[in-house]
């Protein structure tokens, strides 16, 4: 009998351009996303060395990380001008395909790729852009890269890996009402901390996991990165190819099917042996909230604050003590009474039709508490249709929501849309670092529904209380 | 990029774990299009307060560190963002080594990339330079070849590089050319699938 594979060793057999022992293997990439913020310099070095973009048709560029999302026919900001101007000059000189700030098909790259069809199960995906194992959500092997490697990828559409150790990540039994794939993943990097999956491609697998929507899919996959890990991914099912039907980048009729059954192969074979094997139950798991300066800070709603002696270590007391100062939290104070000034629902964590879909069910009929600016940016122009043809921004503009253009926005605040020093966010994004929305900003991440509820009363709530509709 | 083989340089100590890489450069200096530049932004905002003045409570604003080129930090150095604006920030600061007992993976390559050489210790090893950097003007020797780490006081430590990065690091190759000598390989899979 065959040996029994994993997704992840099953894809990485089929890329290995050139292998040599105690090397790096040389790894062939299928798909090149390209955004403005880590490409400039790539696309600088092509032309200074008189090189070629190899293969512009598996590359894909967009303009998300510093497009405004209000007035877009004026961007004020010369130096962001600048640099989606060059990103225009670069593709067009290379060849490279480009959804600009004004094409229908601009977005959010991880929101945009599988939208298109461009993510399928079995790729080799990359991007200069760490959340990039988004696309691991399809079963496909997605890892963000340097500018450095993406001049590489462009000049030769490979990258030099080292062949990644498998960590299986497992979720056993379902969610509880209310309780979403981004507190599942929330709660996972809050149990095993920031840094578990370093060195390692997460497979994420399990009951719960097999239950979650490809949207809730990859929210799990985003954050592997917060965990540390290059890549994580969840093994293709019936799920992933229905998402994928019908979409502009795959085939139609029995070229589909076949494609499917080839999916559906790519699966982790019964008796495939991890590196390394964690689990955690579902049904243990609540809303969670961070409140800290990492995502693996993280609390169920209904818990306290850390104080700085609930450290482990000397040098746990002292990161606690900066976070809990940095924060503008009292240890131990409960973290359903803390006051926000802000709320974002937006992100590639969080901003699909999907996620703005359940933002929108528990907004329904209330309004934003009059202490809160909060703003939805949907995940790409097309998701922002979608919503408006079903008539979600309605809902969130009467409840006092603005309602934006795509891009990634709030969530790295390289564009207008900052929170104000020592102000506090509820934010559905992935990155509560220090500064990250805004010098001296104060992040929480949470879910998007856990985000709208805190819109609706000024601080944060166990939204099960609000009466949730079921999802997951 | 520089060759890096030997280096000897002030030790500055960074004693936090997981720095991430919007500490190391904050995002609005990505806007940036060229690689040069980004040392002035290092660290901006543990470095400045929110007028732009150089705060003196923050250690690598003290005249004893100016000129390091050592950079010791806490685990999980370099988290977060793939940006590579990081380690350009560090090495246009003058930093060509970075030591700590691990990192994230992106910036660890992301530094190989650039001639910063990053190398892991023990955490025991990592406090004694901490130490050591914080109370008097402390100078290390970074050794690519032999993978040592030394003082002229008797500490030593060893590291480990895989074979590949470390052959570049201390010929101070551009990976592309390196791969293009596989171009027929590349082809060739090329070639295969259709
Ligand atoms: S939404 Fe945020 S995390 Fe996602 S790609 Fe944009 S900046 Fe990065």
Redesign the pocket.
């Known amino acids: 009998m065959r040996k029994p594979k994993t997704v992840i060793e099953k894809i990485w057999e089929k890329h290995v351009v050139h292998h040599e022992e105690g090397k790096p293997d040389l790894l062939y990439i299928d798909l090149h996303l390209v ?1 403005e ?1 880590t490409s400039p310099q790539a696309f600088e070095g092509l032309r200074i060395n008189n090189r070629k973009v190899r293969r512009p048709d598996l590359t894909f560029a967009t303009m ?2 510093n497009v405004p999302t209000i007035h877009r026919n004026v961007i004020k900001d010369e130096v962001s001008k600048t640099q989606m101007e060059t990103l225009k000059t670069n593709c067009e000189e290379f060849n490279v395909p480009l959804a600009d700030i004004h094409h229908p098909d601009q977005g ?4 945009i790729g599988p939208e298109l069809g461009l993510t399928q199960p079995g790729k080799t995906i990359v991007c200069g ?3 990039t194992s ?1 696309h691991g959500a399809f079963g496909a092997l997605a890892f963000g890269i340097g500018t450095s490697e993406v001049e590489h990828v462009l000049a030769t559409q490979t990258i030099w890996q080292a062949k990644p150790k498998t960590l299986n990540v497992k979720v056993n039994g379902k969610l509880g009402t209310g309780v979403t794939a981004k507190d599942l993943i929330l709660a996972i990097i809050g149990k095993f901390g920031v840094k578990f999956g370093t060195g390692y491609v997460i497979e994420y697998t399990g009951e719960a996991i097999r239950d979650l929507s490809m949207e809730g899919r990859m929210t799990v996959c ?1 954050m592997s990165i917060e965990a540390g890990a290059r890549a994580g991914l969840i093994s293709p099912d019936d799920t992933t190819v229905e998402f994928l039907r019908g979409r502009r980048h795959v085939p139609t009729g029995e070229a589909f099917d076949q494609l499917a059954e080839e999916w559906k192969a790519l699966a982790t074979d019964e008796g495939a042996i991890y590196d390394e094997t964690v689990e955690i139950n579902a049904a243990d798991i609540e809303p969670q909230v961070t409140w800290g300066t990492n995502p693996g800070m993280c609390i169920p709603v209904s818990a306290n604050v850390p104080s700085v002696e609930d450290g482990q270590s000397d040098n746990d007391k002292e990161e606690i003590k900066r976070a809990l100062e940095y924060m503008g939290l009292q240890g131990g104070e409960p973290i359903s009474s803390v006051a926000i000034e802000h709320v974002f629902i ?4 969080n ?1 699909r039709f999907a996620d703005l879909k359940k933002a929108a069910d528990i907004v329904k009929g209330h309004h934003v508490h009059p202490n809160v600016r909060a703003i939805v940016v949907p ?1 790409s122009h097309s998701v922002k249709k979608q919503a408006e043809d079903a008539g979600i921004d309605i809902i969130f503009k009467e409840a006092g929501f603005e309602w934006r253009d795509a ?3 709030m ?2 605040a ?1 564009n207008d849309d900052v929170v104000p020093e020592g102000e506090r966010c509820a934010s559905t ?3 509560n670092f220090e500064g990250r929305q805004g010098t001296g900003a104060r992040t929480h991440l949470v879910s998007p529904e856990m985000a709208a509820a805190a819109a609706v009363k000024g601080h944060f709530v166990d939204v099960r209380t609000l009466g949730v509709p079921a999802h997951n | 990029m520089e060759p890096i083989r030997k280096h000897t340089g002030l030790v500055y100590p960074l004693n936090r774990a997981n720095v991430d890489t919007d500490q190391i450069i904050p ?1 609005q200096f990505l806007k940036r299009i060229s690689r040069q530049g980004f040392g002035q932004f290092v660290f901006y905002n543990w470095r400045f307060d929110s007028k732009g003045t150089l705060r003196d409570d923050f250690s690598l604003n003290q005249p004893k560190y100016e000129g390091t080129s050592i950079l010791v930090a806490g685990e999980n150095f370099g988290c977060g ?1 793939s940006r590579e604006h990081a380690p350009w920030a560090l090495l246009d600061y003058g930093f060509r080594v970075v030591i700590a007992p691990s990192y994230a993976d992106i910036f660890y390559n992301n530094c190989t990339k650039n001639g910063i050489l990053p190398v892991i210790l023990s955490d025991d090893e990592v406090q004694t330079l901490i130490k050591n950097a914080e109370t008097e003007q402390y100078y290390l020797t970074v050794d690519l070849e032999a993978k040592k780490v030394y003082d002229n006081k008797g500490f030593e430590a060893t590291f480990d590089l895989d074979s590949y990065k470390r052959e570049m690091l201390l010929n101070g190759w551009d990976d592309i050319a390196v791969t293009l000598t596989h171009v027929d390989k590349i082809d060739q899979f090329e070639a295969n699938r259709k």
């Not at chain 1, 959010?108 to 929101?111: A, F, G, K, R, S």
């Not at chain 1, 937006?346 to 964590?349: K, P, R, V």
Request: net charge neutral; hydrophobic share 20%.
């Open positions: 955004h913020v998300d990380h959010i790259v991880h929101v852009d760490s959340h988004t985003n937006g992100s590639c964590t901003s995940g891009g990634c926005s969530c790295l390289m994004s992935n990155r | 995002k963002s």
